[in-house]
């Protein structure tokens, strides 16, 4: 069966964790706090965009175009710690949103984009995820998986597949790019200064909480050469070279920059990619873990989007993103993570 919700060796992980954290955690006193609070932030990695079923359910007055689902790591991880509470229940409050940029995060009202039953003349602009999630002093955890946006990594993706498709080296064009556009070493630099300042922003909202921050998994093959260049199901017409440079020049630093940050801060790093080689968007489809350019989608979602249409081949317009299977491994990553910082508490 394709995609599961999650994985035997995950699930035995997931319930000697809460076996031992129920051990260790005092049950407490009637009356004693009703409840942990997480709050999730992020991307379309945290929010899952096709995977599951839409939260808010479509038709929902409450849709706000940030394509949350019910099968993206955050819900994922909710049921397990439903199921599994560490010592108390754990409430979240989950405000990912597609498409957010890590100034999203905590500086700038961000416009969604979701081509998922927009209403007429667009989605309105929503508030800052910190602002959104009620941050303050009564919060637990906070968990954030963000970044690729602030690159922006879809954009470079996309400029690759043209110069690609053209004979072009996009490795060439973001380390020495046009005059008046930044270079990759300049745009990660810049993602390191917002994420700093993100970080800073949090700690001052929720002073109390342990802060977890969340990789990206690895999307791209080890090897450029693994995938079947033109198939839209993988990575289309990108370069062997530009996938290989995609991956060591530009994903795997920016884990590198999100993990230093955070260390700098004394919060936790979650790698997510160190678990998911092997399981990239040029796999097998019953290997993959992220689906690619056109890929396996809930019903609801879009063939097309822009100028790409998927129907084609019989896909929807996934973009690279992470399926259940990707959701499923960073959820029992994310929620290891959540119950040994609870032990702390």
């Given amino acids: 069966m394709r995609h599961p919700a999650s994985r035997p060796r995950a699930r035995a992980l997931a319930v000697g964790l809460a076996l031992a954290a129920s051990a260790l955690l005092p049950s407490g006193p009637a009356g004693a706090a009703d409840s942990y609070e997480w709050a999730a932030l992020g991307d379309s990695y945290t929010a ?3 995977v599951g079923e839409p939260r808010p359910p479509l038709g929902d007055a409450s849709r706000d175009g940030c394509d949350r689902t019910s099968d993206a790591y955050p819900g994922v991880v909710e049921r397990e710690l439903d199921e599994f509470p560490p010592g108390r229940p754990v409430h979240l409050t989950d ?7 890590v100034r999203d995060i905590a500086t700038t009202r961000q416009t969604p984009v979701s081509p998922v039953q ?13 602002k959104r999630a009620g941050l303050g002093s009564a919060t637990d955890i906070v968990t954030i998986g963000v970044g690729g946006n602030s690159l922006p990594f879809n954009d470079m993706l996309t400029k690759c597949l043209a110069l690609g498709t053209a004979g ?12 008046g ?30 802060v977890i921050t969340v990789g990206y998994p690895a999307v791209l093959p080890e090897e450029g050469s693994a995938c079947d260049r033109g198939a839209l199901t993988e990575l289309g017409a ?3 070279a530009d996938v290989d440079w995609l991956r060591d020049g530009v994903l795997r630093q920016l884990n590198t920059t999100i993990q230093r940050v955070t260390e700098f801060f004394g919060d936790r790093y979650v790698d997510v990619y160190s678990s998911s080689v092997g399981h990239d968007a040029c796999q097998p489809a019953e290997v993959k873990w992220v689906e690619g350019i056109c890929g396996d ?14 129907a084609v081949v019989g896909k929807r317009a996934t973009l690279v993103h992470p399926n259940a299977d990707g959701h499923a491994d960073t959820a029992a990553h994310v929620e290891r993570a959540i119950r040994i910082a609870l032990l702390d508490r």
């Fill in 48 to 50: 899952g965009g096709f």
């Fill in 95 to 101: 405000v990912s949103c597609g498409n957010a940029t």
């Fill in 297 to 310: 989608a809930g019903n609801y979602w879009p063939a097309k989007v822009g100028a790409l249409d998927c």
């Fill in 168 to 179: 072009k080296s996009c490795q060439e064009h973001y380390t020495h790019p046009p005059a």
């Fill in 238 to 240: 990108v370069r062997p």
């Fill in 118 to 130: 927009p209403p007429e003349g667009g989605w309105p602009t929503v508030d800052t995820q910190i």
């Fill in 181 to 210: 556009e930044e270079s990759i070493q300049e745009r990660l630099e810049r993602v390191q200064d917002e994420y700093v300042e993100m970080l800073s922003t949090v700690h001052d909202a929720a002073p109390n909480a342990k």
